[in-house]
């Protein structure tokens, strides 16, 4: 089961040009709920927290969590990260996360790619990403 509640409706501050979000299952019960906010200078702010088997959460600041395109595939006109490299070095996770449907564009009001992508690497697994700000 899938459940998304948005806590905000603001909009992306005017130095902010998008966000890619992660959430990962992994075969050993834990999940990774991670953030990047990218700044239009090339910087980003991270977030992320860590679900442990038995339910127990932990918040992780700026920093703890990153995540870089490896590759990206032109959707609809636009070039956009579709395999990445992501690290939580903290609890040993260094992963490639891959999507299933790399065409999985949402031309809407406010464009956006979302859609399940397998993990692979330290830990295997899968999960879900969203990305907004690839114009």
Not at 55 to 74: C, K, N, Q, R
Not at 94 to 122: F, H, K
């Amino acid at each position: 089961a899938w459940l998304d509640r948005e806590w905000s409706s603001q909009p992306l501050a005017s130095d902010q040009s998008g966000w890619d979000w992660f959430s990962l299952s992994f075969e050993g019960g834990e999940k990774l709920m991670g953030f990047r906010l990218r700044e239009i200078g090339g910087g980003a702010f991270t977030s992320a927290t860590w679900i442990s088997p038995d339910g127990s959460a932990v918040a992780l600041g700026d920093g703890a969590f990153s995540a870089e395109p490896l590759a990206v595939t032109e959707v609809a006109g636009r070039e956009v990260p579709t395999r990445w490299a992501v690290a939580l070095p903290e609890k040993g996770l260094d992963l490639t996360v891959t999507a299933l449907n790399p065409q999985a564009w949402m031309a809407v009001s406010v464009p956006y790619w979302e859609g399940p992508v397998t993990v692979t690497g330290s830990h295997e697994g899968r999960g879900y990403l969203e990305m907004t700000g690839y114009e």
